[in-house]
């Protein structure tokens, strides 16, 4: 997905004006405005509690615990069923994310096509195993099972776009633009 310049992310459709997020350094969401347009979006309904997360993430890249305690109170609905539900979907996460998001395809013709190699060389130019995220932010690095894209193994996504025929040896250079 290459952008053309008039690609919008769904938090830049969701929240317009809002370029990088109203996430804290702390990782609050620093304007509760922002959680009650979401919540008056959905009608403050329990029904709409999966849109209702997944507009948080979008604003804030994740799930903050004191947003999640927020809209518990706020729509009714104990914290543990929200837990429950941002658990058990892996669209969901619960803690932040770096600014560049790598996953690193694992499954067979990747795997058979060097993606261990890669994977070693992704985690010594970062600095980090796959699954976490950089210290500073930004990067998080993760592998997955198949990207679909066999006939280019190995390959990964970086922000939602391919990089394909990946070898070892030049994953510093793959990267390199996201630096």
């Known amino acids: 997905m290459s ?25 609050g969401v620093s304007d509760e405005r922002a959680v009650q347009r979401i919540l008056e979006r959905h009608g403050r309904m329990a029904s709409q509690i999966i849109a209702i997360l997944q507009d ?46 790598i996953s690193l395809c694992t499954g067979t013709a990747c795997h058979v096509r060097g993606a261990m190699r890669v994977k070693d060389a992704i985690e010594r130019e970062l600095k980090v195993a ?13 592998t997955v099972r198949c990207l679909g894209c066999c006939g280019q193994a190995p390959v990964m996504m970086v922000d ?18 996201y630096k």
């Open 3 to 27: 952008g053309t310049g008039s690609t919008r992310t769904i938090r830049e459709a969701l929240f317009p004006g809002r370029p990088g997020g109203a996430v804290t350094s702390s990782g």
């Open 56 to 101: 948080l993430q979008a604003l804030c890249q994740y799930l903050p615990e004191a947003e999640l305690r927020f809209i518990s109170r706020e729509i009714d609905v104990p914290l543990t069923r929200l837990y429950a539900i941002a658990t058990f979907y892996k669209a969901f996460r619960l803690v932040p994310r770096g600014r560049h998001e």
């Open 130 to 142: 796959a699954g976490g995220t950089t210290p500073d932010m930004r990067f998080s690095f993760e």
């Open 160 to 177: 939602g776009e391919l990089v394909s025929r990946l070898d070892h040896l030049t994953i510093g250079k793959a990267l390199e633009k």
